[in-house]
């Protein structure tokens, strides 16, 4: 069993970053491919941003491109979502998952098998 916990969310003005941290337990993190997903109050959860195993492959849902980063520290099984120049449409409470497979389909929330509590992200106009 992996427990995954999120923190770093909290209320930023538009044009400002945030990092995201989720810290997974287990001692099999490190052969999990991790992934950010966000949901928005009457909105389906969506696909943000996603990292293999090694760290090797990373992948991002077009509207963060460019503004967003993935990356994790296996000794710290620690996955982080930096979040620069941020939008009030990035406001969204958002979570972090753990699938135990292999994944060739990162953005769908099927493949996943652990999920957090979520943190909140605010983005003021």
């Known amino acids: 069993q992996v427990q995954v916990v999120e923190s770093g969310g909290g209320l930023v003005q538009a044009g400002g970053s945030l990092r995201l941290s989720c810290a997974a337990s287990?001692?099999?993190?490190?052969?999990?491919?991790m992934g950010w997903f966000r949901q928005a109050p009457g909105k389906e959860r969506e696909f943000v941003a996603g990292?293999?195993?090694?760290?090797?492959?990373?992948y991002y849902t077009d509207s963060v491109k460019g503004r967003f980063t993935i990356s994790r520290d296996n000794a710290k099984n620690t996955v982080y979502l930096q979040m620069n120049s941020l939008k009030p449409e990035d406001t969204a409470v958002y979570y972090c998952?753990?699938?135990?497979?292999?994944?060739?389909?990162?953005?769908?929330?099927?493949?996943?098998?652990?999920w957090g509590q979520g943190t909140q992200v605010t983005v003021s106009s």
């Open positions: 998952a753990a699938a135990r497979r292999t994944l060739y389909t990162y953005s769908d929330v099927e493949e996943y098998d652990y």
């Open positions: 287990g001692r099999t993190f490190s052969s999990y491919a």
């Open positions: 990292i293999s195993w090694s760290g090797g492959r990373t």
